[in-house]
């Protein structure tokens, strides 16, 4: 297989399988991200243009979560949350880290694995700002995105590697994102 993605057909396979990543479904971005950057490499696609279109498809999606949580609620997604892939200890668990860390929330769960996407619903149900939650959105499928992309060019003839590394990365990540969480309550229970 020459290319994973490949002209205008690839950036539309792109796009729907990153909403659908964006949206929770199992269907991993460090594994998607980095043949982004290989398949840039080998010319089926542009490098950038395949990770903004990677970002924006991860964006649609979880706007999509964000206002399911919005509009449908926490009573709903408890109740029906398994039909999208949160089950409702998985909602409980996600929406105190929610009321916890708000924006620090809906930024760092962006680098972790079977959670990324999901914090876009309790963002939702806590009516978190249209504006912020966008904010934070876009940054972090974004450094995400393009650090998987550049990965996947820079390494291209070792994409195997790639591909399971960055499925490892994701778990480190979160531990520098619950570091973080730390360092900010003790910041701010210093004030």
Known sequence: MRYI???????????????????GLPIPSEVIMPYVGYSAYLGGISLYLG????????FIGSLIAY???YKLGYPFLRKYGKYFLIDAKRLE???YWFLKYGDLAVFGFRFVPELRALISYPAGIAEMSLLRFSLF?????GIWGLSLSFLGYYFHSQIDYVVSLA????????????????????WRIGK
């Open 93 to 95: 668990m996600l929406y």
């Open 137 to 141: 959105t876009i940054l972090g499928h």
């Open 67 to 69: 206002f399911i949580g």
């Open 5 to 23: 993605f490949q002209g205008l057909h690839g950036y539309f396979t792109l796009l729907i399988l990153m909403i659908g990543e964006g949206l």
């Open 167 to 186: 499925e490892k990365f994701g778990i480190y990540a979160f531990i520098f994102v619950i570091l973080l969480a730390v360092i900010y309550v003790i």
């Open 51 to 58: 990770f903004l279109i990677g970002t924006l498809g991860s």
